[in-house]
């Protein structure tokens, strides 16, 4: 008997339209990353149909052409507004918000777009590493319309800490404790500082490698790590308000108080105090080491730590974080996850790896 063969249908699934918010360090990054694609087992999974930043907005149905980016931006047919991302992605199927800026007013419309049936992809912490009453406006938006929070990039520049803090719990493990180290930039300085040449030099060297926030004083006060902290701990069923978190920043007072304009010329001022910590942490054989703490039901807490040279938490190199999960199994000896926690690469990565997986299973 001759069996019917039923000639090969090719069902290439609709891509999923993504707007793509920022075209910053980790912005460009990501659009290059998609322009990458081309040709490849996942060309066609994801359609940049908007790409924006503060001053201008491209969009076209088609896809904005990745090869176009320098002459699209200088030309944008129109200023950016936050209006016109939903019409943007308008129409049927699976729709993305990819936010890699670290603006409040786009936090700000993480809920409704969710809501709306938009999914949002973030590396900004401000959507959840803020108040409370945003991370469960967050969490009910998700829930009310049916759509995904991808936000990965958001501790550890997409490190497993967030997939496994809820993968030990959907496994029934309460979540005991988190330290460890959540900044890739202030590991970057701490693993290359000297004591001898100054400290405001390396900082000017992790600004321009795309390390630090758009605002170092982000990452040297402690204010990142703050919200990475509350990050984690909300998922890890801990619900802290963000004053819970004991923050020890390394930013004087003055420095504070400055214009964003002012601060490249003032960063000296951070050079002598941390001479001293180094100085102090250098004779008894220690290395500083900028910490976040999380106990379950007791403090949290942010700032520089002098640790034995043989620490567990002291290893590490580059822009390294290292962070430690203590749980119901990992009672004694805890769950370490080590690896690159900034860079453009990386968080990039990240964010298309969540959009990527949205566009698969929603
Ligand atoms: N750098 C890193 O290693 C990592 C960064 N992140 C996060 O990624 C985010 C981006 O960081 P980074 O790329 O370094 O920052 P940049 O300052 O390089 O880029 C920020 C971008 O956001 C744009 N932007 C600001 N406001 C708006 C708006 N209202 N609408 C659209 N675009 C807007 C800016 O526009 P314009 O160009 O006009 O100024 C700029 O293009 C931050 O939240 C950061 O915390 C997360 C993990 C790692
Ligand atoms: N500025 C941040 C970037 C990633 O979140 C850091 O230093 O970790």
Not at 279 to 291: H, Q
Request: glycine share 10%; aromatic share 4%; charged share 20%.
């Amino acid at each position: 008997m001759n069996a019917r063969i039923a000639p090969l249908r090719s069902h290439a699934p609709q891509p999923a339209r993504v707007a793509l918010l920022g075209t910053g360090t980790v912005g460009s990054a990501a659009w290059a990353r998609l322009a990458s694609w081309a040709d490849t087992p996942l060309d066609g999974r994801l359609s940049l149909v908007h790409v924006a930043n503060s001053r201008f907005a491209i969009s076209n149905r088609n896809g904005v052409p990745a090869d176009t980016r320098e002459l699209l931006l200088r030309n944008a047919p129109r200023a950016s507004s936050l209006d016109a991302v939903g019409d943007a992605l308008s129409g049927s199927g699976t729709r993305i918000v990819i936010d890699a800026t670290a603006s409040e007013t786009v936090a700000e419309r993480h809920a409704s777009w969710l809501a709306g049936g938009i999914h949002v992809v973030t590396a900004c912490k401000l959507g959840q590493g803020t108040t409370l009453a945003r991370w469960r406006a967050i969490q009910a938006a998700r829930a009310r319309g049916g759509t995904r929070y991808g936000d990965s990039a958001t501790v550890g520049a997409g490190l497993p800490l967030l997939r496994s803090l809820r993968e030990l719990q959907a496994g029934g493990d309460r979540i005991h404790a988190v330290a460890g180290v959540l900044s890739g930039s202030l590991a970057w300085l701490f693993n290359h500082y000297d004591g001898l040449r100054p400290f405001s030099n390396f900082v000017r060297a992790a600004r321009d490698a795309g390390y630090t926030e758009p605002d170092p004083r982000d990452d040297l006060s402690g204010e990142d790590v703050r919200r990475k902290l509350l990050i984690l701990s909300r998922a890890a069923g801990h619900a802290l308000e963000a004053d819970a978190v004991q923050v020890d920043s390394l930013v004087p007072e003055a420095l504070a108080a400055l214009a964003a304009d002012d601060v490249d010329g003032a960063l000296p001022s951070l050079d002598a105090p941390l001479r001293e910590r180094y100085a102090a942490a250098y004779k008894n054989g220690e290395k500083l080491r900028f910490i976040a703490r999380l106990q379950a039901d007791g403090p949290a807490t942010v700032g520089l730590e002098a640790l034995a040279a043989d620490h567990p938490l002291a290893g590490g190199a580059g822009t390294d974080n290292r962070v430690a999960i203590w749980s119901d199994r990992y009672r004694e000896q805890p769950l370490l996850i080590q690896g690159p926690g900034a860079g453009a690469g990386v968080t990039a990565a990240a964010l298309l790896d969540d959009a990527l997986r949205i566009a698969r299973e929603a």
